[in-house]
Nanobody
Framework: QVQLVESGGGFVQAGGSLRLSCSVS????????MGWYRQVPGKQRELVAT???????NYADSVKGRFTISRDNTKNTQYLQMNSLKPEDTAVYYC???????????????WGQGTQVSVSS
């Protein structure tokens, strides 16, 4: 059984910073891409940032230059450093990992439970 557990969300004023963490536990043969997505009520979940197993990153235009995604493969953990936060960054943030639980399993996406980030103006 695979679990993704997020931490680090909270309430912050505009211009502030938060750091999200997401640890993967359980049966893990190999983790491929990892990423962060966010969702506000009434809207579709949107990509924030992704990082592949080699460390290559991709960001939504709205967060480029402000957010930094990273991962520690020794700990099966990914991070999202969020700086210069804006009220429009307010959302539930979900971590994602594409992984193989066992060598004979196909790779598939797993999701965390979500963590609220609220930014006041």
């Amino acid at each position: 059984q695979v679990q993704l557990v997020e931490s680090g969300g909270g309430f912050v004023q505009a211009g502030g910073s938060l750091r999200l963490s997401c640890s993967v536990s359980g049966n893990i043969f190999s983790i491929y891409a990892m990423g962060w997505y966010r969702q506000v009520p009434g809207k579709q979940r949107e990509l924030v940032a992704t990082i592949n197993s080699a460390g290559s990153t991709n960001y939504a235009d709205s967060v480029k230059g402000r957010f930094t995604i990273s991962r520690d493969n020794t700990k099966n953990t990914q991070y999202l450093q969020m700086n210069s936060l804006k009220p429009e960054d307010t959302a539930v943030y979900y971590c994602n990992a594409n992984l193989q639980p066992r060598w004979y399993d196909p790779g598939r996406d797993y999701w965390g439970q979500g963590t609220q980030v609220s930014v006041s103006s």
